[in-house]
């Protein structure tokens, strides 16, 4: 089975900066925002919202969307993102919301913290993959 990849926006918490990525474990790499554990351009811009993913089968077909999508203007980047996501929720926030302080993981279950999820159990809110 092939692994599924993700093409995703993050923004940071006024929305005014977006950032287009492809991955193949989305919950990892936003979790990884939200922490900053790379010295990149979403830890220095505190971009660390998911607003806005897309599932591919294929790499190519991911990647060729990211690139789409990074040569769209910013007002075709905000449409979109707004008739998925009216709100701009945070898609990883609202689901640990839901759980309170306990992880969430990718079953939809909540973790104690006795457990530990790991970074890769974090299911997306309304959309869990």
Request: charged share 25%.
């Amino acid at each position: 089975m092939a692994k599924q990849m993700f093409v995703y926006i993050m923004t940071n918490k006024g929305n005014r900066v977006l950032y287009i990525g492809v991955t193949n474990d989305l919950s990892r790499r936003a979790y990884e925002h939200k922490h900053k554990v790379n010295n990149s351009f979403p830890a220095r811009y505190n971009v660390n919202k998911l607003v806005y993913f897309e599932v591919f089968e294929d790499p190519l077909e991911a990647i060729a969307r990211e690139k789409q999508l990074k040569g769209g203007s910013r007002q075709k980047k905000i449409n979109l993102i707004t008739r998925m996501n009216p709100q701009w929720i945070d898609l990883i926030e609202e689901k640990e919301e839901h759980c309170g302080d306990e992880a969430t993981s990718l079953q939809g279950r909540c973790c104690s913290a006795a457990e530990a999820c790991p970074p890769s159990s974090i299911s997306l809110g309304r959309r869990a993959i």
